[in-house]
């Protein structure tokens, strides 16, 4: 296939099939750089649809990247609960003030309708309009924020520890509803027009809780939800770690694994190869003050540990890149990619010997 | 002995066996001083902990729980004899602009568990701050944030300080700064920590030092 004739669809679909496409995916996960483009405020930027549409599109115009992501922000979902989005001049939104203050409130909490909840049909709406845009052309990336990760938001990221380890019945209580909501929530943006949704998943990581307990918990759920899920999904440790759990994550019915640069991409995609395609793993924070040589360094380095045959997709590490990376930066990458990202790799093997 | 003592603590934390803690520091009772116990069972676990986090080993889950196990402890042994906890330089941890608390808990658990005392000014804006490290004679301040803009205050922060000529170590720390090894200098802080066991180690160096 010649670059002319193949979509940023079929690129990724070639890939996730273990195969070489005409070059490495690459999946530019830019949330706020739009309002930059039209010289928004962060704020009013994520406050109609239309906004997030256009700044999408012209992000895709601009750094010729292989999809559209409709991510807002993860307080999103917590404003759909009942909470507090907090915005910032120059940076992602942050969440307010838990919405569970002590345990028993857990007993008395109800999971958001999507069709009642205005903040998620403005995304939805987003979705549906991006969708007439593409078409077929270019994976749209719906978010969710796993029903394990989502009580840090809910709770308390101390709270909800101990919540985990010694109350279980409340926790297990928390996690259904949680369940419930996700498997809406990801369905609803499917329905959209969302082509595959990508699992935030972070209190998973061996970074937050050691396996043994994974596997009583996230493992479990991130299971239960994913086999409810009616597309493909991404599960994304937020740049957490998650090579010791590789082949459990595998089970849990995902189709990609999104690892941090605090891992060996070579060695993460050794132990996934054909099981699961591997996204990653810029450094998004480091990012910020990055020549383009530097740049083009690190895109070479992934693309020589992560593309040969295929299963890879480049990316930053966290799923978003922060406001502060300046625009020659994600130019120099996205230009990378097009330099040394086609297929064969030829100039990999050369370099290695 | 100790490396025995240590290995038996590391793992009574490990499994948050509060009981098994105490015992190890009933056991030995006798043969320790209070400070001698922190010194010797407390830090070094402790540090074995921030090392396993650091290489994957040891997860934070288990690093806050093993927290409040030996803030406990250390809060029921040293509340008779705080001598160590008064006479140090003046020292602070706060959370700038930044609503994300856990790092800081952490962090002021194990320097409380370590037998250093600190104020906490919970979540905090530079102004707040650069008053407060004035009028309350600051010597040694942490840092916390999570969020990169946050990160980036640190320098003003210190712009504010150099200004009126208060002279303060600043310690950082927080995700922003684990990922980019140069942002704390970038920042103009004085050092920084990848972890609350290299929280204790950089102010029991900068307490020498002082
Ligand atoms: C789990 C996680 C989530 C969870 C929960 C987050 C939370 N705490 O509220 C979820 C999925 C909800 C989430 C969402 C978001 N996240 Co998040 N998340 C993480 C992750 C994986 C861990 C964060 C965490 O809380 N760790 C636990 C704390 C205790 O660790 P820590 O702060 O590092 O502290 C340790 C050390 O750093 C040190 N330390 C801490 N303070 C100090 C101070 C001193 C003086 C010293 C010496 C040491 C020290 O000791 C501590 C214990 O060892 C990190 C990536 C990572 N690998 O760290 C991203 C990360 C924090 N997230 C990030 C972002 C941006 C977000 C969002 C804003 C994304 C969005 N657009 O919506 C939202 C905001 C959510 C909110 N709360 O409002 C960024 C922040 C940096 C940035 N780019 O600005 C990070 C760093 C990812 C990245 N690599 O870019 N996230």
């Given at each position: ?203 998973s990581?061996?970074?937050?809780i050691p396996r043994?307990l994974y596997l009583?918990t996230g493992f ?25 759990i590789?082949?459990d ?105 | ?210």
């Amino acid at each position: 296939m010649t670059p002319s004739n193949i979509t940023s669809l079929q690129r990724v679909l070639t890939t996730l099939g273990h195969q070489e496409p005409d070059r490495i995916p690459f999946f530019l996960l830019v949330t706020m750089h739009g309002a930059k483009e039209l010289g928004m405020s962060i704020k009013e930027y994520f406050s109609k649809a239309e906004n997030v549409v256009e700044g999408q599109l012209r992000m895709r115009d601009k750094y010729r990247h292989d999809c559209i992501y409709a991510f807002f922000h993860a307080p999103i979902e917590m404003e759909a609960w009942g909470g507090e989005v907090i915005y910032s001049e120059n940076g992602p939104p942050n969440s307010g003030e838990p919405l569970i203050h002590k345990f028993g409130d857990i007993n008395n909490m109800t999971p958001p309708k999507v069709k009642d909840a205005p903040c998620l049909l403005k995304v939805l709406k987003t979705i549906e309009m991006l969708k007439n845009k593409v078409r077929e052309e270019v994976p749209i990336i719906g978010v969710v924020i796993s029903p394990f990760s989502l009580p840090i938001m809910q709770i308390g990221f101390d709270k909800y520890i101990e919540l985990i380890y010694e109350q279980p019945k409340l926790f297990e209580h928390l996690m259904k509803l949680n369940e419930l909501f996700c498997v809406e929530w990801a369905n609803a943006q499917l329905s959209a027009g969302a082509t595959a949704i990508c699992y935030f998943d972070p209190v998973s990581s061996t970074t937050i809780i050691p396996r043994n307990l994974y596997l009583t918990t996230g493992f479990k759920i991130a299971k239960r939800t994913i086999a409810q899920i009616k597309g493909p999904t991404a599960t994304h440790m937020a740049s957490g770690r998650c090579l010791p759990i590789i082949d459990d994550i595998a089970q849990t019915g995902t189709a990609i694994i999104c690892t941090s640069v605090i891992e060996d991409l070579a060695e993460v995609k050794s132990i996934c190869q054909k099981k699961i395609a591997v996204l990653g793993n810029l450094n998004g924070i480091e990012m910020r003050r990055w020549t383009s040589e530097q740049a083009e360094t690190f895109v070479k380095d992934a693309i020589a540990k992560g593309g040969p045959g295929g299963g890879y997709i480049l990316s930053d590490n966290h799923g978003e890149i922060p406001w502060q990376v300046p625009e020659e930066v994600l130019m120099a990458i996205s230009e990378a990619v097009h330099k040394w990202g086609q297929y064969p790799l030829d100039w990999t093997t050369i370099e290695n010997s | 002995m100790i490396s025995q003592d240590v290995d038996q603590f590391e793992k009574a934390l490990l499994s948050f066996d509060r009981l098994a803690a105490e015992n190890i520091l009933n056991k030995s009772d006798g043969d320790r001083t209070p400070i001698q116990f922190i010194e010797e069972l407390i830090v070094p676990a402790l540090e074995r902990l921030g090392t396993g986090w650091e290489e994957g080993r040891v997860a934070l889950s288990q690093i806050y729980m093993s927290g409040r196990i030996c803030e406990k402890l250390v809060n029921d042994i040293l509340s008779p004899c705080v001598q160590k906890r008064t006479d140090q330089p003046r020292m602070a941890i706060g959370v700038l602009e930044d609503y994300h608390l856990l790092g800081k808990r952490i962090v002021y658990s194990a320097l409380r568990a370590s037998g250093f005392e600190l104020l906490d000014y919970g979540q905090i804006t530079v102004d707040e701050l650069v008053r407060r490290i004035k009028e309350e004679r600051i010597k040694v301040l942490l840092i916390s944030v999570l969020m990169l803009p946050s990160a980036l205050l640190v320098k003003k922060v210190r712009e504010k300080l150099k200004e009126t000529g208060t002279e303060v170590k600043i310690v950082v720390g927080g995700a922003p700064f684990r990922f980019d090894n140069n942002l704390w200098k970038e920042v103009e802080a004085d050092a920084m920590g990848n972890n609350a066991s290299e929280a204790v180690q950089i102010i029991t160096k900068i307490m020498e030092e002082l």
